[in-house]
């Protein structure tokens, strides 16, 4: 999926891990990611969740979407760190599933993000 995500690509990001309901996508933050305060712009952490959890609810098969998603910003980030973003399945029920994603530092918690997915009908 992600050598289709041309967004994601141009951004940096790669795919370091993978299986059935999780993903692990890494990124580093670049000059252009960061905002006035020099750190990371929330937007871009958050796509890098947000990819993470692509991969991990479309590692099933289908076609599968975001159906919402949330963030908790716990550390800034800053020009030059290599951020990776872990995806979970928490829970599937019918065509819909609940994924939570940490991205990290090193091993320090950079975001927590919950999505809620839906995969699409044919």
């Known amino acids: 999926m992600l050598d289709d995500d041309l967004a994601s690509r141009s951004l940096g990001m790669a795919l370091v891990d993978a299986g059935p309901g999780f993903a692990v996508v890494g990124m580093t933050i670049t ?10 712009h929330g937007g ?5 969740a947000d990819t993470a959890f692509a991969c991990a609810c479309n590692s099933h098969g289908p076609v599968t979407v975001a159906a919402g998603a949330d ?8 020009l030059g760190d290599r951020l990776e973003a872990r995806a979970q399945e928490r829970v599937s029920y ?10 990290r530092r090193g091993e320090e ?8 997915s839906r995969v699409l009908r044919d």
Do not use: K
């Not at 000059?31 to 990371?40: K, S």
């Not at 918690?109 to 809620?116: D, W």
């Open 94 to 103: 019918g065509r819909s599933g609940i994924y939570d994603v940490t991205v």
């Open 44 to 48: 871009f952490v958050f796509l890098l």
């Open 31 to 40: 000059e252009t990611m960061v905002n006035g305060h020099a750190i990371a």
């Open 71 to 78: 963030i908790t910003f716990v550390a800034p980030a800053r």
């Open 109 to 116: 918690v950079v975001a927590e993000f919950r999505g809620r």
